[in-house]
Nanobody, 125 residues
Framework: QVQLIESGGGMVQAGDSLRLSCATSGRTSNDYNMGWFRQSPGKEREFVCVIKFLGSRTYYADSVKGRFTISRDDTKNTVYLQMNSLKPDDTAVYYC??????????????????WGQGTQVTVSS
C-alpha cells in the first residue's frame, strides 16, 4: 500500500507560480513511477507529467511543457510539481499518483495504482 497526500494548491493570478507537493508513505522502497494528473469540472482526468523511477526520466503533456517541472526527493519521500507562468486553463484539481508496475503506460490514469485526494489550483485572469 502507498498513501499519497498532496499539498500546495491555492488561488493565484495568471503568470504566477505554485509548487505542489506529494508526500508518499507506506512502502519501504521508492521503486515506482510518480505522475501528476489534473481534472477540471466536466472534463476527464488528464495526464500532466510523470517522473519515472528508472533514470528519473520526465515526460510532460504538451500543454505544460516548458512551464511545469516535476521532481522527486526520495530522501523525503516527496514528489514536487513546480508550476510557472500559470494560465486560467491550468485551473483544476491536481492529483498525484503512483504506478507500481513500471512497464505500464504512464500516460493512462487507469494504469496507476494509488492516488492522492487532490489539491485545488485556481488561476484567475
Amino acid at each position: 500500500q502507498v498513501q499519497l497526500i498532496e499539498s500546495g494548491g491555492g488561488m493565484v493570478q495568471a503568470g504566477d507560480s505554485l509548487r505542489l507537493s506529494c508526500a508518499t508513505s507506506g512502502r519501504t522502497s521508492n521503486d515506482y513511477n510518480m505522475g501528476w494528473f489534473r481534472q477540471s469540472p466536466g472534463k476527464e482526468r488528464e495526464f500532466v507529467c510523470v517522473i519515472k523511477f528508472l533514470g528519473s526520466r520526465t515526460y510532460y503533456a504538451d500543454s505544460v511543457k516548458g512551464r511545469f517541472t516535476i521532481s522527486r526527493d526520495d530522501t523525503k519521500n516527496t514528489v514536487y510539481l513546480q508550476m510557472n507562468s500559470l494560465k486560467p486553463d491550468d485551473t483544476a484539481v491536481y492529483y498525484c499518483a503512483a504506478q507500481i508496475n513500471l512497464r505500464r503506460n504512464y500516460l493512462k490514469k487507469d494504469d496507476y495504482d494509488y492516488w492522492g485526494q487532490g489539491t485545488q489550483v485556481t488561476v484567475s485572469s
